[in-house]
């Protein structure tokens, strides 16, 4: 069966899902799109106001938004926020295609952009988006649930939470409705070099829900796998080609590898606005490459030679025959991906 909707039966309320005592991670502020500066937790909770377009396309390049979902739905306020202040509609097009090309690999942002332009009120639209996002990631949970046993260990990359869509949560929101549920899961956190969202965010929020969580580094996965018993992997997803290829941080692809390796199953919990059936394979994702200083540097101190030759992409694409399953919206695929996805 490619597709499992068998977990519809557990039809679990929006409130059996926690929610952050953190500020939304993005709002529409009427005169500004305010967001979480991601950048700065957990150390400080920062929200700013993007009011323009260099402001908005900085927000996301900089990764003070970041999270495939949550881009969407800030990339949807901006449209709309640029739309009111910007009357010349050349120079509106040529605003709202500089926010659509922010980050090339996550492909909600292109999604909630190109939506928000075909609608008649922008800002309806972009609040749409946001609201059905909620929903979503509650489905997402309420499929994702019945794939975690009693007492899971489980490996997660990056971050996936509230944070990261706006919302509830993709991967993460399945651990945390595991968690209301009595589940009593342990999550393994990938620090997630070179920028730490996983032992800066991830164990920021499964700590505030008093999920039981161990930060680690990327490179202990192989070693945890072996000697802690874990149950699976779960992660999420920038993009997920037509045959199931998936774009997600860096070094998700080293997990599967290493799940596929110790008979692990490997989750992917996203969205349908991440899978694009546009592109055919992980071949034809674009890739990100950024700044070498984040891999040189660590918040400002230098721990490379500033001539070290550096490359730093901020995905990789993992081959579809190494994804157990895909947690979505609309319920679990299997394979053959082709049919499943299709």
Not at 282 to 294: L, M, S, V
Not at 309 to 336: C, K, Q, S, W, Y
Request: hydrophobic residues 50%; contains cysteine; proline residues 5%.
């Amino acid at each position: 069966m490619a597709i499992d909707r068998s977990t519809a039966a557990t039809a679990t309320p929006l409130a059996f899902l926690p929610k952050s005592k953190l500020p939304a991670a993005v709002a529409w502020g009427g005169d500004a799109v305010r967001y979480v500066d991601q950048r700065e937790l957990p150390t400080e909770v920062r929200v700013v106001s993007a009011r323009t377009v260099e402001e908005l396309v900085a927000a996301i390049a900089s990764l003070g938004v970041r999270g495939a979902p949550c881009i969407g739905i800030f990339g949807a306020y901006g449209v709309a926020l640029l739309r009111r202040t910007i009357l010349d509609d050349v120079a509106f097009a040529t605003a709202a295609a500089r926010l659509r090309a922010a980050r090339p690999t996550a492909v909600n942002l292109a999604w909630a952009v190109d939506r928000v332009l075909a609608a008649d009120d922008m800002l309806a639209e972009a609040e749409a988006i946001h609201r059905e996002q909620e929903a979503v990631d509650a489905a997402i949970a309420r499929y994702g649930l019945e794939l975690i046993p009693e007492r899971a260990r489980i490996i997660t990359h990056c971050h996936t939470g509230a944070l990261a869509t706006g919302a509830l949560g993709t991967a993460l929101g399945v651990i945390l409705a595991a968690h209301r549920a009595g589940k009593q899961p342990t999550v393994f956190i990938d620090e997630t070099r070179p920028l730490l969202q996983g032992s800066r965010l991830t164990e920021l929020e499964l700590r505030e829900a008093g999920v039981d969580a161990v930060v680690q580094v990327d490179g202990a996965a192989a070693f945890v796998m072996l000697r802690q018993n874990v149950d699976l992997v779960i992660v999420g997803a920038d993009r997920v080609a037509r045959n199931g290829d998936t774009a997600n941080k860096i070094g998700t692809y080293s997990l599967a590898v290493l799940a596929a390796h110790h008979g692990i199953p490997f989750y992917v919990a996203a969205p349908r606005s991440s899978f694009d059936l546009a592109t055919e394979s992980g071949a034809d994702i674009p890739i990100e490459q950024r700044d070498p200083d984040e891999i040189t540097t660590i918040r400002g101190t230098r721990v490379a030679q500033a001539q070290a030759r550096v490359f730093n992409p901020a995905f990789d694409v993992t081959p579809h025959r190494l994804v157990t399953a895909f947690i979505t919206e609309r319920g679990v695929l299997r394979p053959p991906y082709g049919e499943s996805i299709r």
